[in-house]
């Protein structure tokens, strides 16, 4: 019998959720997607010392600001990337744009001209961008001029619906962040079948199919192989290595879990607005405390990253 990694492929587009490119090529998956904490982690590692030290050098010769060298460190591991998936790359806007509409715009054209002069097509990346109102209004805009956009950190119905209402290629709901809240707040046991996290990609996947939304759902953040079993037709799943290996290792039959064609229980539409938007976050304390924690984690790790730049450079000077 086929792996379960190969039945899943059969159900869901497979996206590695590493900045390691040795992973890619062993798994082989379709798009790939980063972080600044992936891009922080893989650009300690001797294998990608050329991606750094070119960003550097390149810093030094224009004088660039750090984030200006961040940028293109970045850029450096996205375009490298593109060289090794068939499908899409996912690179961040910078986590303390967040709540900046403008900045994110202007920092997402910067991103698509980088690539462009890789030569990297736009469509070949996703500009990854937190579920905030304001990442929805920026990607409402980067959409119509054709810069496809992955909504990131996305914990509850409420920011599913404000993305898809801007008409965002991708969605990622972060399922094992979700379980995470719901242990350390008491809750559990959870299987497979009762994991909040598993049950909130679901409840968005029958919405979005229910009322016809193009947007690609993409669970994300997984913490075992039974959360991604039971995602198992989600149109994308993004694993990490060590998930990956362990399907590929696991020869058992997998079930086909989602379907656009077996909604059970079809959700209420709901009109939604900014009010709307805000008080429904408001009135979920995980979704609210898990979309601040995930923006001041890569915000951190965006940091960490910018002084590990100022460091190299200061010490090539």
Known sequence: MASKLEQLRTMSTVVADTGDMDSIRAFKP?????????????????????????????????????????????????????????GRVSTEVDADLSFD??????????????????????????????????????????????????????FSLAQAIACASA????????????????????????????????LSVRKIYAYYKTYGIK?????????????????????????????????LEDQGALERKLSPDHIKDPPAKISLDEKKFRWMMNEDAMATEKLAEGIRTFAHDLGSLRELVVRRMAAAA
């Not at 390149?58 to 984030?67: E, L, V």
């Not at 979700?178 to 909040?196: A, M, Q, R």
């Not at 690609?216 to 990490?240: H, K, P, Q, W, Y």
Request: negative net charge.
């Open 30 to 86: 379709t798009d790939s997607t980063t972080n600044p904490t992936l891009i922080l982690k893989a650009a300690q590692l001797p294998a990608y010392a050329d991606l750094v030290e070119e960003a550097i050098d390149w810093g030094r010769r224009q004088g660039a600001p750090t984030s200006a060298v961040t940028s293109r460190l970045a850029i450096n591991f996205g375009a490298e990337l593109t060289k090794i998936v068939p």
């Open 101 to 154: 509409t403008a900045g994110t715009i202007a920092k997402a054209r910067q991103i698509i001209a980088d690539y462009a002069g890789r030569k990297v097509p736009r469509e070949h990346i996703l500009i990854k961008i937190a579920a905030t109102w304001e990442g929805a209004e920026a990607a409402s805009v980067l959409q119509k001029e054709g810069v496809d956009c992955n909504m990131t950190l996305i």
């Open 167 to 198: 008409g965002a290629f991708l969605i990622s709901p972060f399922v094992g962040r979700i379980l995470d809240w719901h242990v350390k707040s008491g809750g559990g046991p959870y299987g497979p079948e009762t994991d909040p996290g598993v």
């Open 215 to 247: 947007t690609v759902v993409m669970g994300a953040s997984f913490r075992n192989t039974g959360e991604i079993e039971a995602l198992a037709g989600c149109d994308r799943l993004t694993i990490s290595p060590q998930l990956l290996e362990e399907l």
